[in-house]
């Protein structure tokens, strides 16, 4: 049995076009996502969707009970995969997700998901914590303008600026086709 996990975070309809919070380079990074999901069930690798939803139907996007929330067509998790479903950007703080992890013997989580800044970041920082063995495809996350202090930050150097962050100290930080091509 594969030691490494798959960890599929906040892919859902909200970040797509025609969602309540569009990510730039969502529909491609999904693309990626797949791929990596396609690889990972070839491999025998154990495959976890987060999925984020806000408690409460003032929230921005993830609203309860909406479509916003549903884990989009692209990644769509099979029967026999795992949800997670969690309300704050820490996919593990309360939830089971380091017990299913655990009771699994996961030495190895691969994140891939939206969005860099937030849940990726989030992600990836506390399973390195927890002391398993952290990458992120990048290329399978997607981000969007930021502003801070009236400075327009572009998705792009959003992006950059986590995925460099995390590769310093948390993960091995490596694109879609490294990763399939391993």
């Not at 067509?73 to 997700?97: C, M, Q, S």
Request: proline share 5%.
């Amino acid at each position: 049995m594969s030691k490494r996990a798959i960890v599929v975070v906040d892919i859902q309809n909200d970040y797509f076009p025609e969602g309540k919070y569009e990510l730039v380079g969502m529909e491609k990074a999904a693309e990626n996502a797949a791929r990596v999901i396609e690889s990972a069930r070839e491999s025998g690798d154990r495959v976890i969707y987060i999925q984020h939803i806000f408690p409460s139907q003032d929230a921005p996007f993830f609203t309860p009970d909406s479509d916003g929330i549903e884990i989009h067509p692209a990644v769509a998790p099979r029967a026999d995969e795992t949800v997670v479903v969690k309300n704050y950007p820490n996919p593990f703080l309360k939830t089971d997700l380091k017990k299913i992890l655990d009771e699994s013997r996961i030495e190895e989580v691969v994140v891939i998901g939206a969005m860099s800044h937030m849940c990726i970041d989030a992600t990836t920082r506390a399973a390195s914590d927890f002391g398993y063995q952290t990458t992120v495809v990048q290329d399978a996350c997607a981000t969007r303008d930021l502003e801070y202090d009236g400075v327009t930050v572009p998705a792009a150097s959003v992006h950059a600026t986590m995925m460099s962050a995390l590769g310093f100290a948390y993960a091995a930080i490596t694109d879609t086709d490294s990763y399939v091509g391993q």
